[in-house]
């Protein structure tokens, strides 16, 4: 009689690489926009108008060497973002109030993080087991707890995060400020040509992914060929994560863990 052998999870580490899931990247911005801290804080302090890849690929770094670099890369990328979250304070009297290495702040920053890789790897490549979902999910855990979230500050399992995702979302808030920052991330004038050429699609990827009532709020348009475009965009990266070699796939994260030594 054959012996039934159990699967291990699947882990972060394991689906974290692929680079499809930077699609991603113009949702978890704009939401993590929608919290008027930290919208306000971005239009402020940060200069990705003029830099329109820096914050991305920042992001990425941070989230690659947490999954799969170095212990000296861990500490490089955590002193580099501290050292960044320090100096992003609001004055006294300012209104949205600030401060960078708020763990709330943070928490909501892996948040969506999360919420956006899962979303769109379900979309992809099709559902998880629930084994892998917790697995995943509890990796997660450390894009947030390596800076100033308390352990134990991310939600216990994928029901409590539900219910803080809900929460979330039903006090985020756009203004004209962060409307008018997300239009200039969605909008760049600089960098690359090969970017600038891609943003009417990633206008589209990203408006798609959004909740409709976010989406709204930043003044997205939307309609039926809209929706059938986003659905063509998110067929076609399934089908070339399908046949794309592994290496391939990761070379972003090889790319920006050589490039951080």
Known sequence: ???ETTRTPMRLADVGAEAALIAGGGRAILLQLANPAIGHAVARHSDFVRHPLRRLQHTLT??????????????????????????????????????????????WVAATLYD?????????????????????????????TALQVPDGAWPRDRTAFAEYWEAQLAVLSVDETVRATGHDLLHPHTGPL???????????????????ALREAYGLAWSPARERRFALALDTIAALNRVLPRRAREWPKNYLLRELG
Do not use: C, F, K
């Open 116 to 144: 956006t890789a899962v979303t769109l790897r379900h979309r992809l490549v099709g559902p998880l087991p629930d084994a892998d979902l917790d697995a995943i999910y509890a990796d997660y855990a450390v894009v947030g």
């Open 62 to 107: 941070y989230v690659y060497a947490l999954v799969y670099g170095t212990p000296a890369q861990v500490a490089t990328v955590r002193e580099m973002v501290n050292r960044t979250h320090e100096r992003v304070r609001s004055e006294p009297g300012e209104m949205p109030a600030y401060d960078a290495t708020d763990a709330g702040l943070q928490l």
């Open 1 to 3: 009689m054959a012996m």
């Open 194 to 212: 090969w970017m600038r050429a891609a943003m009417p699609l990633a206008r589209v990827v990203t408006a798609g992914l959004l909740p409709p």
